[in-house]
């Protein structure tokens, strides 16, 4: 149904009927919105290569993202004093929690109604916007945005139908993060090896009881924890060339693992899980069993580093582990952006989204109060002026550098597509649901299926 949607949308966007953010109008560049004229794309590139930011008249400028609480305080402070910069922009916000959120921004961006500038998912640039249709070529207003601030791979991995559709904000991996008050309880450090990984779920539930566990998973950090373990001992990458480089025999040597370390006491069952609260809806954060240390392990992405320390009632504990080699082929695991600022099609005045987007990332005054709340700033002059006002957090910083010296891998974007990663209803949910809940009759049973999703996945793009 959403597919057919989506289509049904797209051929209506096809005829041209585009409408501006928060107003009529279609123009996508300074100059065709001073005219009243709406322009095509090769015009609005042509028009935009000299963007002048227009300081005087009162023009209103839609954004949108998600995240916790802290990370909506700093986007709101630096709205705000990009505002006092530009007495005659007014900054509109909208944001929230991830849960639904991409739900929502697809339906937008299919309907033409999204926001000026969007915080986006490196994957929504090949999934929603393959043509370039949705999302503005930045590189046209380079004389506003500093892309010499930003690694040329960040900015390639951005590049989609030869259009830098976003500015990478951060790079970011998955890495473990253990709560050492739980283990020292158990009498044993933290895990560095696969052997002590699992020697500790046994530990756990012999000197501290069924409930306790070394470390929780759910469904997608399932399936990316089951990558890094074939990356590593396989030394190949997941995809490449938009093609799945695993056998479904090897695929069910990958849940042979996962199953593995559910048989060990090293992770609860999804069913265990869900009767904990923890589902769709409700991450590993939210919950009492992490709150309280009975759950004592997160393979999670850097940048949530202090969002799950500051969910603890005790996090004096909370630490950034080591990358787990689990085999001697490759490290595995992989970095990707984790982040992007974009600006729509749809805005009538990208000149002034794009001044927004540097005062961000690049200026001192907007980096300053952004900090390390989106990941460790990509921009070189972000960064510089994080560290220096001390707003990088120490906790984040160890685990990206740790991540980010350790991985191999690149992620393909395809990996994080709606058909795959929809909890409920995505492959990944299902296989790794449908394994935990014993529903399949073997593990290679379960790996034809995420062989076969992923596959149409890749085919779709």
């Known amino acids: 149904m959403k597919k057919a949607i989506a289509l049904a949308l797209a051929g209506a966007m096809s005829v041209g009927l585009l409408a501006g953010c928060g107003g009529a109008g279609s123009s996508s560049t300074a100059s065709s919105a001073a005219s009243g004229e709406s322009s095509s794309t090769a015009e609005a590139t042509t028009e935009s290569a000299n963007a002048t930011v227009n300081t005087t008249d009162p023009i209103t400028l839609t954004m949108s993202w998600w995240g916790g609480d802290s990370r909506h305080e700093a986007y709101q402070e630096a ?10 922009i007014t900054v509109e916000t909208s944001y929230g929690a991830w849960s639904g959120w991409e739900d929502k921004k697809s339906a937008q961006l299919y309907s033409n109604s999204a926001e000026d500038v969007m915080q986006v998912n490196w994957n929504w640039l090949s999934q929603y916007s393959p043509d370039g249709s949705k999302f503005v070529d930045l590189n046209q207003y380079s004389n506003i945005i500093d892309l010499t601030q930003f690694s040329d791979s960040s900015l390639e991995a951005c590049t989609v139908a030869g259009e830098l559709q976003a ?55 399932r399936m990316i924890l089951m990558v890094y373990y074939l990356e590593s001992v396989y030394g190949k990458p997941w995809v490449e060339n938009n093609e799945l480089q ?40 939210k919950s009492q069993v992490w709150i309280d240390g009975i759950y004592a392990g997160i393979f999670e992405w850097d940048s949530s580093a202090s969002k799950y320390r500051s969910a603890l009632a005790d996090n004096s504990g909370f630490v950034v582990g080591d990358e787990i080699k689990f085999g001697d082929k490759a490290n595995g695991g992989f ?58 957090d120490e906790l984040v910083n160890e685990a990206n550098s740790k991540v980010l010296a350790f991985v191999d891998f690149q992620l393909d974007p395809t990996f994080e597509s709606t058909d795959l990663k929809a909890n409920p209803g995505g492959t990944y949910a299902d296989v790794f649901g449908g394994l935990s809940y014993d529903e399949y009759g073997s593990t290679a049973e379960a790996a034809e299926d995420l062989v076969a999703g992923v596959q149409d996945a890749l085919a779709s793009n």
């Not at 709205?79 to 005659?88: C, D, I, L, M, Y």
């Not at 904000?169 to 699992?198: C, H, Q």
């Not at 921009?379 to 707003?391: D, I, N, R």
């Open 79 to 88: 709205v705000a004093a990009f505002s006092q910069k530009f007495p005659n």
């Open 167 to 221: 500015i990478p904000v951060s790079m970011t991996g998955r890495i473990f993060y253990w709560n050492t008050k739980t283990f020292e309880a158990a009498g044993i450090e933290y895990p560095k090896t696969l052997d002590e990984l699992l020697a500790a779920g046994k530990t756990f539930q012999e000197k501290l009881g069924d409930d306790y566990y070394p470390l929780a998973l759910g469904e997608y950090d």
């Open 246 to 285: 695993y056998t479904a025999e090897e695929v069910t040597a990958g849940l042979d693992f996962i199953e593995t370390l559910e048989e060990n006491h090293v992770i609860p069952t999804i069913p265990q899980m869900n009767g904990k609260g923890i589902d769709a809806n409700n991450s590993i954060d």
């Open 335 to 392: 970095s990707k952006v984790s982040m992007g600022l974009a600006i729509t099609e749809t805005c009538q005045h990208p000149a002034e989204a794009a001044a927004l987007i540097n005062f961000l990332l690049n200026e001192d005054a907007g980096a300053t109060i952004m900090g390390s709340e989106c990941g460790i700033p990509n921009s070189a002059s972000g960064l510089a002026a994080a560290e220096a006002s001390g707003k990088v």
